[in-house]
């Protein structure tokens, strides 16, 4: 007992002398266009004393990554290089494309490889994010901090007075949490899924100055479990204006708002009434939650124990700041926002039920996952058909909460326990995770639209967004099949590529115009990947510049049939 009191005045001392100075967020980079080039790496950062801690990061951050701004109705192309030492994938969450281009577990990109996925944006204007998502690794690797925002634009957006400039009234908030391994000079991944200090963007006490007028922050919970139950420390009123999938119809006021893993929210909070140099925390008010909340556990250590739990705790200190003179200042909120016209639960045509279930115990456990089947990259998928509305109920009779999410389209949660109203203001909006409390249920609607491929080795998922859960089988997959225009006539699938030597670009001459190309892998001569192209558009060549000189295969494999066939090049 004396012991404990002596080891808890240590950490309050210590917490303390952590409490007392801040580190200034920095807003990730800002990339814009329709043609971006990310490079996945491993890095080091100063977070604690002593030694740097090995993280992962793209680009030129050292956690995290960049923020791309990309505009509703641009082709974007990705051009993401693993330069990892390990296999990889990089998920755009929330974004609506093709399962070949989505980047989950079947489009693993080997360590050197370059990916090319490309899609013309669909969604609307919002705040969507990527990161990882190799079955198994999930978990280590977003711990690592390999992740980023993606901000959509759109025309509507766009005439609206909301705050918009990046990183003085319009800024980024991603929440994780880690746990120092001193000896390896790296994050604690595995062994406890809470972390002891809060990360804001990748720092540890986070401050920001943000001007005095009203500003917009976009909040994403980039954790592995834990959830976040947000506020000011003044408990100010503070505004709604979107969730995952885009703007809400009309702002929502509230003092409190709950986030869980891979859900985001933007606030628009009013500093206008703020001194300039005067101080308001955001905080996550995370005492006292009912049990089963994520992160509410009461212990401090063991596997599901954290310095932060069951606490209430800062997550951003912000410093008033003079009022903007550069961009005009935004001193209230639009009464609308947005003509969202939702799925109601009887536009569904399909109705589906899947419940939570237990894992095996055991050795090799497996806590949670769903209908009794861990997830499996060759598991059957479901069939979903191109356009149908679908109606799905999953059940959580778990003794603890989750946090669903659906890849492929934006869903709106109809019922919470079959009830309507249930469904919180903040949630009201286009979704593609929601919070699965213990022993409920939540219903949501879905059209599954404008992208059918009834190629099982490129499923969309549906999983737990805990990175343990998900990677411990806590996953699912969909197809959606329709008639999508493929010629279904037997092709020959010869073709040729020229010039052979090739410089920058290298040509295919089908053979048979009917065939479409649905992948092409190039590799050294020794087999290594060192290209990944789904659906390449092949007509105006293939960019090969950066390839280094050399003897390469080249891997075709036609829509049609789903065969291979190879030919060599060079590259001069
Ligand atoms: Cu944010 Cu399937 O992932
Ligand atoms: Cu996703
Ligand atoms: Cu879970």
Not at 295 to 306: A, L, W
Not at 443 to 449: D, G, L, R, Y
Request: aromatic content about 10%.
């Amino acid at each position: 007992m004396k012991k404990n009191l002596q080891l808890f005045s240590i950490l309050l001392f210590m917490s303390m002398a952590i409490q007392a100075q801040y580190n200034t967020m920095p807003m990730p980079e800002a990339l814009y266009g329709t043609d971006f080039n990310l490079n996945i790496h491993e890095s080091t950062k100063q977070l604690v004393t002593g030694n740097q801690t090995i993280t992962g990061a793209i680009n030129n951050e050292n956690f995290w990554g960049p923020t791309l701004f990309i505009n509703k109705g641009d082709l974007v192309h990705m051009n993401v290089t693993n330069n990892l030492n390990e296999s990889t994938t990089l998920h755009w969450h929330g974004m609506h494309l093709p399962s070949v281009m989505d980047g989950g577990p079947h489009q693993v990109i080997p360590a050197g490889t370059l990916w090319q996925p490309y899609w013309t944006v669909m969604n609307q204007a919002s705040t969507l994010w990527y990161h990882p998502h190799l079955h198994t690794t999930t978990q280590a690797q977003m711990t690592k901090g390999i992740g980023g925002f993606i901000i959509v634009k759109d025309p509507q957006e766009a005439a609206l007075a909301l705050p918009r400039t990046y990183g003085v009234d319009d800024i980024v908030l991603a929440l994780t949490s880690r746990s120092y391994n001193a000896t390896t000079n790296t994050f604690v991944s595995s062994t406890r899924v809470y972390g002891d200090y809060m990360l804001s963007n990748g720092t540890p006490n986070a401050q920001i100055s943000l001007p005095k007028q009203y500003v917009r922050i976009r909040i994403l919970n980039a954790e592995i479990e834990r959830g976040y139950n947000l506020g000011f420390s003044d408990n100010r009123t503070f505004y709604i204006i979107g969730n995952d999938g885009g703007l809400l119809n009309a702002p929502v006021a509230v003092t409190r708002v709950k986030l869980m893993v891979g859900e985001r929210v933007e606030i628009m909070v009013n500093l206008g009434g703020d001194a300039v140099g005067s101080s308001i925390d955001l905080k996550a008010y995370n005492s006292g939650q009912a049990f089963g909340f994520p992160g509410g556990e009461p212990n401090t250590s063991g596997d599901f124990g954290s310095l932060l739990n069951n606490i209430d705790f800062n997550v951003l200190h912000i410093n008033v700041a003079a009022t903007t003179t550069a961009t005009t200042p935004i001193t209230s909120v639009p009464s609308t926002l947005a003509t969202n016209t939702y799925w109601t639960a009887t536009d569904a045509n399909v109705t589906r039920a899947i419940a939570v279930t237990n894992g095996n115990p055991g050795p090799a456990s497996v806590p949670f996952n769903f209908d009794n089947v861990s997830y499996s990259l060759t598991m059957t998928p479901k069939v979903v058909n191109l356009d149908d509305v679908e109606k799905w109920t999953i059940t959580n009779s778990n003794v603890f909460g989750h946090s669903f999410h659906l890849h492929d389209v934006e869903f709106k949660i109809v019922a919470r326990n079959g009830v309507a109203t249930a469904v919180g203001s903040h949630e009201s909006g286009w979704k593609d995770t929601f919070y699965l409390p213990k022993s409920e249920s939540v219903t949501f609607v879905a059209k599954f639209n404008d992208f059918a491929d009834s190629d099982v080795n490129h499923p969309y998922m549906y999983h737990c967004h805990f990175g343990g859960h998900e990677d411990g089988g806590m996953m699912g997959q969909f197809i959606v099949t329709g008639t999508m225009g493929t010629n279904q006539n037997a092709t020959n699938t010869n073709f040729s590529l020229y010039p052979n030597p090739a410089n920058d670009r290298l040509y295919v001459n089908l053979k048979d115009s009917e065939t479409e190309i649905y992948y092409v892998t190039i590799s050294t001569i020794t087999g290594r990947v060192v290209m990944m192209l789904p659906q390449p558009e092949w007509q105006n060549g293939i960019d090969i510049s950066s390839l280094e000189a050399g003897v390469y295969t080249f891997q075709m494999m036609d829509k049609q049939s789903k065969s291979t066939t190879t030919k060599k090049f060079i590259k001069k």
